[in-house]
């Protein structure tokens, strides 16, 4: 009867230090998380005509902004556009007026792939303002422009022209990056910068022709027009870099320290390390409630 009383309770004993045993010792797992990109996806843009142009009538007693944009894309939004015509209305009588006439006018805006990318390409085009109706304010043959970005190469930007340059009836000779002043008597003056370039570590921009527009024929004051016109501009700024995915590690986990107490530096001499406590003892504890188990299950059958 004493040895069923005691061999429960030696039981519950050997349980209970099993138990401590293996929680004294803690764990410790660590997973690596991967990476996900976060990085811009990058921009583009391209337009063909864009003006910004102040037109003054009739002795200044009427303005009117010339502020026309044709075949403008963005990008993300990936584009396309060939309109070959942009007119404004309000300046001639009532009637429309046609400021940008031409055979071809394209602009392209794409991101994709790490890279973004705008053009555009001019040909044949007869551009006209306010108060010069039979004389062109510029006749352009071919420009064209060009911005990419991709990520991990330097952007680059580029202007081309193609034919001949007519300003104010006059044929001229322009030089890349340089700039070209026409002044026709008694009509007006344009400067006309060719081939501008713009480029940093992440964007680009290129410009085929930008003009700077003073015209007042005769000065008569019947429409004088000031201000900036350009002709086939193209930007881009680089996507990010994709982040590489982190993978588990595949090296063995080190050994784990509990936190506030310095390592044992006499036990690492000795093949030993900062868990050898936990492990003897646990290790203790289990021979104690082994042993004592035995002992109680032996005095139980005496």
Known sequence: MNGKNFRMPARRLATVATATALTAAPVALGVASPA??????????????????????LNKTVNVPLAVSLNEVQAPQSAEKATLTAQLNGVDGG????VLNAEVAKSKATVEDGRAE???NLAHAKIHVPGLPLLSLIEVGQVTSRATCEAGK?????ANLLGDVTVLGKKVTLTAGGTTNVEVPGVGEVRLDYSKTELTS??????????????????????????????AKATCETPAEPAQQ??????????????????DEG????????????????????????????????RGRS
């Open 36 to 57: 996900h990109a976060t990085g811009d996806e990058g921009r583009a843009s391209a337009v063909v005509l864009r003006t910004g142009l102040d037109v003054s009538l």
């Open 95 to 98: 009637q429309p007026f046609s």
């Open 118 to 120: 705008g053009y555009t």
């Open 154 to 158: 330097a952007p680059t930007a580029s």
């Open 202 to 231: 992440r964007t680009a921009a290129a410009t085929a022709l930008e003009l700077k527009v003073s015209v007042n024929p005769l000065k008569l004051n019947v429409a004088d027009v000031e201000g900036t016109l350009t002709l």
């Open 246 to 263: 982190a993978g588990p590690s595949t090296e063995p986990a080190g050994d784990v320290k509990p936190q506030g107490e310095p390592a």
């Open 267 to 298: 036990l690492a001499e000795t093949g030993g390390n900062s868990m050898t406590p936990y492990i003897a003892g646990g290790a203790v504890v289990l021979l104690l409630a082994g042993g004592g188990a035995v002992a109680l299950a032996r």
